[in-house]
């Protein structure tokens, strides 16, 4: 499988979850609660994401790899490093899929560059680092200032 084709799946998953998630906002209304509950529920994702990435588990992705090469009538092993490249990149992906969303749960469209650079192929460069996630979230009010 070639660094093209990865980047072609791992730009349909992002695609079509960006999508999905916001044809649900737009027929559903929320309450300020249930934003709330939303957001912290989308940064202890972000987190877990990230901790993942560090151990270099892909477990999580495994159905969403396996679906994505299915559809696409794709076979490759699993134990392949191009399975291994796949699901990796589809977690960095899902991380910036996250940062995306909690940012539009709040109404904040202003980080599509978030989304878009993974739609243009350019992975990884438009990730926050630990420090950007927890200065944002202090302006949420999301975490102490003292964190």
Known sequence: MTANQIKALV????????????????????????????????????ELTRDNLLRDDFSDMLETADELLQAHQ??????????????RELLIAREGLLLTE???????????????????????QARCSRGVLKEHLKKRGQLPETA
Do not use: M
Not at 13 to 32: G, H, M, T
Not at 74 to 87: F, G, K, M, N, T
């Open 102 to 124: 909690l940012d539009r749960n709040d109404g904040n469209y202003w980080g599509e560059h978030l989304s878009t650079s993974i739609l243009a192929g350019s992975f990884g």
């Open 11 to 46: 730009r349909e998953y992002v695609s079509s979850s960006l999508a999905f998630c916001e044809q649900s906002r737009a027929i559903s209304k929320i309450s300020d609660d249930k934003r709330k509950a939303i957001g912290c529920i989308l940064t202890h994702a972000i």
């Open 74 to 87: 794709v076979q490759i092993i699993h134990a392949s490093p191009d399975y291994h490249r796949l699901c």
